[in-house]
């Protein structure tokens, strides 16, 4: 578990403490699939969770016992792998994004060069955090304006390769100029701490009004992908950008402001 991110850590550890204070003196053989769903119809009906947090328990806690079987052998078996998930209303997922306002009031606040190469980077490209940190000189071709990305470490492991605009080049031959030798393209964040840029956005978001409290780079993720949808990008375009391997989801984006589909109507040719 050291290996984990601290955000990971702190996840499993309240699921955790939710289940063992639910299941009392129970031993960690004694829990079983009953019991799992026992305890999380506590979380709905006692606690009022919502499904997405409770869906997200149960995935921290089903991890933390496969660990306890396949690594610690501490289990046989994993006896309730196979619960299942609570159904999620349509109407409860939702993709929150920065407004074109908003996008540019952030942008106009940031006064450290650096970081706002690395804000730019993801606004613009809808890269995650870790392909952003982990992307290399070697995955930037110049010469056929492209950047391949799928990094190894990342959830969005699809291997694509993502054109540049004018906009995009332009921040390249910035980050070339401070490469200093160096392999990573955001080489001043790489070997950072993952808190250091959480923080960095925690106090920007400080500094800004009427903003998200979420402000982070999955922000940011969002916001590029729910611009394209209303500009009537096609969804297996905006799925390519965001390195998922299927349309499905830009269901996401179903909330967007209905401006964008009146848009749609206008393009009519007659």
Same mark, same amino acid.
């Given at each position: 578990? +050291?290996?984990?991110?601290?955000?990971?850590?702190?996840? !499993?550890?309240?699921?955790?403490?939710?289940?063992?204070?639910?299941?009392?003196?129970?031993?960690?053989?004694?829990?079983?699939?009953?019991? !799992?769903?026992?305890?999380?119809?506590?979380?709905? @009906?006692? #606690?009022?969770?919502?499904?997405?947090?409770?869906?997200?328990?149960? $995935?921290?806690?089903?991890?933390?016992?496969?660990?306890?079987?396949?690594?610690?052998?501490?289990?046989?078996?994993?006896?309730?792998?196979?619960? =299942?998930?609570?159904?999620? %209303? =349509?109407?409860?997922?939702?993709?929150?994004?920065?407004?074109?306002?908003?996008?540019?009031?952030?942008?106009?606040?940031?006064?450290?060069?650096?970081?706002?190469?690395?804000?730019?980077?993801?606004?613009?490209?809808?890269? +995650?955090? !870790?392909?952003? /940190?982990?992307? =290399?000189?070697?995955?930037? @071709? +110049?010469?056929?304006?492209?950047?391949? /990305?799928?990094?190894?470490?990342?959830?969005?492991?699809?291997?694509?390769?993502?054109?540049?605009?004018?906009?995009?080049?332009? /921040? #390249?031959?910035?980050?070339?100029?401070?490469?200093?030798?160096?392999?990573? *393209?955001?080489?001043?964040?790489?070997?950072?701490?993952?808190?250091? !840029?959480?923080?960095?956005?925690?106090?920007? $978001?400080?500094?800004?009004?009427?903003?998200?409290?979420? /402000?982070?780079? &999955?922000?940011?993720? &969002?916001?590029?992908? +729910?611009? #394209?949808?209303?500009? *009537?990008?096609?969804?297996?375009?905006?799925?390519?950008?965001?390195? &998922?391997?299927?349309?499905?989801?830009?269901?996401?984006?179903? &909330?967007?402001? %209905? @401006?964008? $589909?009146?848009?749609?109507?206008?393009?009519?040719?007659?």
């Amino acid at each position: 578990m +050291s290996r984990m991110q601290p955000k990971t850590l702190n996840l !499993i550890r309240r699921a955790m403490a939710l289940l063992t204070e639910w299941i009392g003196d129970k031993g960690i053989k004694e829990v079983d699939c009953e019991t !799992i769903e026992s305890f999380l119809n506590h979380l709905r @009906d006692d #606690l009022n969770f919502k499904p997405t947090t409770i869906n997200m328990q149960l $995935r921290q806690l089903q991890a933390l016992f496969q660990r306890a079987v396949d690594e610690y052998g501490l289990l046989p078996e994993h006896l309730f792998r196979k619960v =299942k998930q609570h159904s999620v %209303p =349509k109407y409860e997922i939702k993709a929150f994004y920065l407004t074109v306002e908003q996008v540019r009031k952030l942008l106009d606040s940031i006064e450290d060069k650096h970081f706002l190469r690395l804000v730019k980077f993801y606004i613009w490209t809808g890269c +995650s955090r !870790i392909e952003t /940190l982990e992307l =290399k000189w070697n995955e930037v @071709d +110049s010469l056929n304006k492209l950047i391949y /990305l799928g990094q190894p470490k990342s959830k969005t492991k699809l291997r694509r390769a993502l054109p540049t605009n004018q906009k995009l080049e332009s /921040l #390249l031959e910035e980050l070339a100029e401070d490469r200093q030798g160096h392999d990573f *393209v955001f080489r001043r964040y790489a070997d950072k701490n993952p808190s250091y !840029i959480s923080k960095r956005f925690e106090s920007l $978001r400080k500094s800004l009004e009427e903003f998200p409290n979420d /402000l982070s780079p &999955h922000l940011l993720r &969002h916001t590029f992908a +729910s611009h #394209l949808v209303m500009k *009537v990008v096609d969804p297996t375009t905006v799925a390519f950008f965001l390195g &998922h391997s299927t349309s499905k989801v830009t269901e996401l984006y179903a &909330h967007l402001q %209905p @401006d964008h $589909r009146l848009m749609c109507l206008d393009r009519l040719p007659f």
